[in-house]
């Protein structure tokens, strides 16, 4: 449940589209100008800037290390969202401090939830919550192509003169995607299945786990928003213990607080564990490196979750 102060300035924020009225200018020169495009996470944000190439000026709100779970909307942030003219999000309640603004903003432009053009029998939902879907679809490449053609689609709408030039881009770019995940299955396969378990700090991995024949198990669920209980920590370490797995991974938009305990809580019962290493999920690296691309930030946890994992059979 969100506090009051929160309430409070979503009100605030929301408040402050009205007054501004919120209307997408003309742009002068028409198709020459590149649309301004906001997206919420750094994956969509690399994704569509692949796609749409010159024809966008693309801003994403939220960068490397910020857990969209949690992440309050800046001055900054309403700024862009007033000066776009399509806005791209997740969906699934993964910016679900945001819902109210978008609905507010999406009166007079385009915004669109990349999830919604998921089929729901793709989807995932939180076994101990059924009602809950998992947003974390960008770990599930063939779903993610689903939500990006859509997306393109959205573009062809602003951009009609461009519309084969978008569909070259995004094939060029759906090939990439598609060596990506040839590739990721190629690795993960050498891996044995009694050793293909994946701990991590929250319950980010669904669509990877499915995608790859990977049992994931997290210590927090689907959003950080859980509370963590001691039970919690002891449920994963008493799992560690009894199942001999000796890895476990941290997150880069999360505390190591929570797995260093269950690191210690498992050494303290006479199993060791290791840091398999850190895992990019709800955000990616740093712009301008490998790791801020959603292609290198998908090959660097296949990377570190194989080696990590192959290292624990020998």
């Known amino acids: 449940m969100y506090s009051k102060a929160l309430k409070r300035f979503v009100s605030i924020m929301v408040m402050s589209f009205v007054l501004v009225g919120c209307n997408v200018a003309e742009k002068e020169g028409g198709e020459d100008q590149p649309i301004q495009v906001v997206a919420t996470t750094s994956q969509i944000g690399d994704s569509i800037s692949q796609i749409g190439g010159e024809f966008l000026e693309v801003t994403t709100l939220m960068g490397p290390g910020v857990d969209p779970h949690i992440y309050q909307p800046t ?29 507010q903003i999406g009166k007079d432009r385009p915004v669109l939830a990349l999830a919604d053009a998921v089929s729901a029998q793709d989807l995932l939902n939180d076994p101990d919550e059924p009602a809950v879907t998992d947003p974390h679809i960008w770990f599930d490449i063939d779903i993610w192509m689903t939500a990006l053609d859509h997306a393109t689609k959205e573009l062809e709408e602003l951009l009609p003169n461009n519309k084969a030039e978008l569909n070259v881009q995004k094939e060029a770019y759906f090939s990439q995607l598609e060596e990506l995940k040839t590739e990721s299955l190629k690795t993960m396969a050498t891996i044995p299945d009694e050793q293909r378990v994946l701990v991590t700090a929250h319950d980010a991995f669904g669509y990877f786990g499915r995608m790859y024949n990977t049992e994931v198990l997290g210590l927090q669920g689907l ?8 039970s919690d920590i002891q449920e994963i370490v008493n799992l560690l213990v009894e199942r001999e797995i000796p890895s476990v991974f941290v997150e880069s938009s ?29 955000a990616m690296g740093a712009k301008g490196t490998e790791t801020g691309t959603y292609i290198g930030m998908y090959k660097h946890n296949i990377e570190t979750i194989s080696q990590a994992l192959l290292k624990e059979g020998e």
């Open 75 to 103: 001055q900054r942030d309403i700024q862009a969202l007033q000066n776009a003219d399509i806005v791209f999000y997740n969906g699934l309640h993964l910016e679900g401090r945001m819902d109210e603004v978008f609905e």
């Open 223 to 230: 959003s950080t928003e859980d509370e963590i209980g001691v």
């Open 254 to 282: 999360i505390s190591e607080r929570s797995i260093r305990a269950v690191i210690e809580g498992a050494t303290q019962a006479g199993h060791s564990v290791t840091l398999g290493g850190e895992l990019y999920s709800d």
